[in-house]
């Protein structure tokens, strides 16, 4: 959430805040959270420091507390404090001084910090040279925030110990000393550098052991619950404490405004909880917390080990309904311990015993769509399989099928777990190879952790009473894992589901510094030889690239080899002159930048994908599936490779009133007759165009809206379980071709649909112009309703037929279990959206959406 806007309110007319970042303050016992903005007034920066209340929206939420000038004295230094063991690896503990005050604050690791402190540093009255920062007349070399040029041969690895921080060494915010200096300040990376590290890579087992570390994995659904009771049983059911807890949630909040807002008190209760069942025989440092909705994710590291934990990142991926809501999707963090790279996955994955293979593609969407950005910007970003060692915890709501109840529980009752997994979907799904590839689950023990009552051990009494499942399971990949334990802790009962732990010994890369510094100088010295011998030359495998029939949200993919020569070579795609990517909208090279040793080779992959910013003008013919990439390999030529296209045009993307005038299917119309119906005016009168009456509404929303209303006004979770992506294709095939009179496709997949309908609109439902009106008037159905009657005609009727059917749809809430909230808040944010070039809405835009919406769905009036 951007807390910027609730400190620009506050200011002055002529002051605004460049950036703002949320804190904690350092010193004392208590946690008090603290927002610090960069705040520029004519030519003079600031830091103005505010307490706040939780959720910081307006500025009747924020209050100023000090202002730190940043002028001649100012500084930020990185300090280490002994309280910091709780936070190595991860959050950042800065002072900021001025000549009269001082300020010591933990700020969140991660790149929304790093922006901050780079944003100060450009405000500093005196920013570092390459060659270091005058102070007092003297020069202060910074080493560690240098990178290797092309003359430094002589460099060894940097030592892990931080050096101890004095005000000798840094007095300017653009100098920052220990090992996060990479994180804090622009490091810069040349060719050298990354040739150097490629190939201590390569010789990665000249210079390292394998040393066996302890991890502790642990996943739980607790069904919205508060931690009403000790963890103890869970975390800490060991005699010998774990090197590393990796601890994650599912459902931490079920309320609507996590939902939609991702904000709730519970993730501190639970981090608290946690952290205050942790094994009592060693002293942890938190190193990341991340959140999406209800699943959260907690890593912590023994306190004297923390020092080896290194490049640590975050990323969450939503599958929820339309590909984004968190209610659903991943969670992830990776790290570097000692030499081996390791990444954790907590995910929540779409539930019902049918929908196995929407948990396959929410499993594939997380892995595509979970990418860390490298602390070498010349490098692509990982990707989960990326790394040595992969942890995969979760709710992942795979069950038990062709058994019922009765026959479950019995075999559970008889301990016949052996027999009862040959039902399980998730092993069925990895034997089929759907699913996990190249993963391991150990052998289960125990019986289902779902679904019981809460507060007991009784399976589901409920009405439904669910076949008890083995939702929550925890997986790995990778070399040199064994697992000691997979067990289920039946002592806690707050939730629906049981918590369930595995603990691993995970055979870990650890560096001897000797043997590192041989295999450095030994780089090095061949380095040397070959620099300046030759120009770096590829051979590419192809050049020319068409992509035959591509659909409206359908990936397609070509891929090609990049096969270097004996020069070592970084190459990147770059931008054509007077352009400012390197390719166009729908187009994509993956990786779009790397390295190469001598005589490697890559994959490169060109994805192709049409979305609601390319449709419209691909539809018109306004666009075409043309472009030309220019790979560029550094010190090297340029080559040039071509890409073509045919587009499908899809009533995704085509305007409200084109529609209207579109009585065939949109792909047997001509495409002088498309371009003409899509470049109409809006604002047209009937009888400046053809002589055939409109229709009232697009005959594709009659269809998605009158197949809902036949089969799905019963639905549990319509709006908010997604659909599968191959139904999807199926049914905007039968849209756009006219294929069946029955959209085919289940009720979830068709309800998507609609929404990627209305998002795909280029004008929106409710029109741009008329954006900040229907906010201002939120609260007056009155008003509302005139702006409503102001509508250009046919996205009148789209309007009003909507809203009748969301109406239809709540008279079902006891069967459907929507309420007008749920509708509002998903409607809101597709029929009212802010004009292009508008920033994002903030949570007080969208809370008004919400309410605009909200008033028809509980008024059934004719509008004027």
């Not at 002072?95 to 790093?114: A, C, M, N, W, Y």
């Not at 939902?259 to 946690?274: I, L, Q």
């Not at 018109?620 to 499908?648: A, P, Q």
């Not at 009168?685 to 697009?698: G, T």
């Given at each position: ?150 003359t430094d041969k002589s460099t060894p690895r940097q030592n892990k ?46 210079y390292t052991h394998i040393q066996s570390f302890r ?650």
């Amino acid at each position: 959430m951007d807390q910027s806007v609730a400190i620009q309110e506050s200011l002055a007319e002529r002051a605004t805040c460049r950036i703002a970042v949320q804190g904690v303050l350092a010193a004392g016992e208590s946690v008090e959270s603290r927002l610090l903005g960069l705040v520029q007034s004519g030519g003079e920066h600031a830091i103005y420091v505010y307490t706040h209340r939780r959720m910081a929206i307006t500025a009747e939420d924020v209050w100023l507390e000090k202002v730190i000038p940043i002028t001649e004295g100012f500084a930020v230094e990185e300090v280490v404090l002994d309280s910091d063991l709780r936070v190595i690896g991860s959050d950042v503990t800065i002072q900021i001084s001025s000549e009269d005050d001082r300020l010591t604050v933990r700020l969140p690791f991660g790149s929304h910090t790093r922006t901050f402190l780079q944003e100060v540093r450009r405000c500093s009255p005196e920013v570092a040279g390459s060659e270091g920062v005058k102070q007092n007349g003297k020069k202060v070399a910074v080493s560690q925030n240098r990178s290797h040029d092309s003359t430094d041969k002589s460099t060894p690895r940097q030592n892990k110990l931080k050096p101890e921080v004095t005000t000798e060494m840094v007095r300017s915010s653009s100098v920052m000393v220990s090992n996060k200096a990479s994180i804090l300040s622009e490091p810069k990376f040349g060719l050298r550098d990354t040739i150097v590290k490629s190939q201590l890579v390569q010789m990665e087992d000249s210079y390292t052991h394998i040393q066996s570390f302890r991890f502790f994995v642990g996943t739980y659904n607790v069904n919205g619950q508060s931690p009403r009771e000790s963890l103890q049983p869970w975390l800490r059911c060991d005699a010998e404490p774990p090197d590393i807890y990796c601890v994650g949630f599912q459902e931490l909040d079920l309320s609507k405004e996590a939902f939609f807002f991702n904000d709730t008190p519970k993730e501190e209760e639970w981090f608290k909880a946690v952290t205050d069942s942790l094994h009592p025989d060693a002293k942890y440092a938190k190193v990341k917390l991340v959140r999406l909705v209800g699943i959260m994710l907690l890593l912590y590291v023994k306190a004297d080990l923390a020092l080896n934990i290194s490049e640590v990142e975050i990323e969450t991926v939503g599958t929820g309904i339309m590909g984004r809501m968190g209610n659903k999707g991943g969670v992830a963090i990776r790290f570097k311990f000692h030499n081996t790279s390791v990444c954790v996955v907590n995910s929540h994955l779409a539930a019902h015993t049918e929908e196995y293979e929407r948990r396959n593609q929410d499993f594939k969407d997380i892995c595509s769509r979970m990418q860390f950005c490298q602390s070498d910007p010349n490098l692509p970003p990982l990707t989960i399989g990326k790394h040595d060692v992969i942890l995969w915890l979760g709710d992942l709501n795979y069950r038990l099928e062709e058994l019922d109840v009765a026959k479950v529980k019995q075999l559970v009752d008889e301990k016949a777990f052996l027999e009862l997994c040959q039902y399980d979907q998730l092993k069925r799904q990895m034997n089929a190879n759907a699913v996990f590839e190249g993963f391991t689950e150990g052998e289960i023990s125990f019986q289902p952790t779902y679904k019981y009552d809460a507060g007991c051990d009784d399976w589901d009494t409920s009405e439904k009473c669910r076949v008890p499942a083995w939702c929550d399971r925890i997986l790995w990949k990778g070399h040199n894992i064994a697992q000691l334990s997979y067990r289920s802790h039946m002592a806690l009962k707050i939730s629906d589901h049981k918590p369930v732990s595995s603990v691993f010994d995970v055979g870990v890369k650890v560096v001897n510094e000797e043997l590192y510094r041989k295999a450095f100088e030994e780089i090095v010295r061949s380095l040397d030889k070959l620099e300046n011998a030759n120009i770096p030359s590829v051979t590419l495998s192809q050049r020319e690239f068409h992509f035959e029939d591509v659909k409206y949200m359908q990936l397609q993919v070509e891929k090609f080899t990049i096969r270097n020569g004996q020069v070592p070579c970084q190459f990147e795609f770059i931008s054509k002159p007077d352009e400012e990517t390197y390719c166009k909208e729908w187009l994509i090279a993956n990786p779009s930048k790397g390295f190469l040793l001598s005589d490697a080779e890559i994959t490169i992959e060109l994805e192709v994908f049409v979305n609601k910013s390319t449709a419209t003008h691909l539809n018109s013919g306004e666009e075409k599936l043309e472009d030309i990439l220019v790979l560029h390999l550094n010190r090297g030529k340029d080559y040039f490779l071509s890409v073509t296209g045919n587009y499908l045009p899809s009533c995704f993307g085509s305007p409200i009133h084109t529609l209207c005038y579109m009585r065939e299917p949109i792909q047997d119309m001509s495409a002088e007759s498309i371009r003409q119906l899509t470049l109409m005016p809006l604002e047209v009168s009937d009888d400046a165009v053809q002589a055939e009456k409109p229709m009232d509404i697009p005959k594709e929303l009659w269809m998605m809206v009158d197949h809902l209303y036949r089969n799905a006004s019963q639905q549990e979770d319509l709006f908010q379980q997604p659909g599968l992506r191959s139904e999807f294709e199926q049914i905007r095939d039968c849209l756009d071709k006219g294929m069946h009179d029955t959209l085919l496709g289940s009720n979830h997949s068709v309800a998507e649909a609609l929404l990627l309908f209305l998002e795909s609109l280029p004008e929106p439902v409710i029109c741009y112009r008329l954006y900040s009106s229907c906010l201002e008037c939120a609260g007056n159905y009155l008003l509302s309703s005139q702006i409503i009657s102001n509508l250009p005609g046919c996205h009148k009727n789209v309007f009003e037929y909507l809203m009748a059917f969301l109406r239809e749809l709540l008279k079902n809430s006891g069967k459907n279990h929507l309420d007008v909230n749920i509708l509002a808040s998903i409607f809101g944010g597709l029929l009212l959206r802010p004009p292009p070039g508008r920033p994002t809405p903030d949570i007080t835009e969208k809370k008004k959406a919400q309410q605009f919406i909200h008033q028809f769905l509980l008024r059934e009036d004719n509008l004027p």
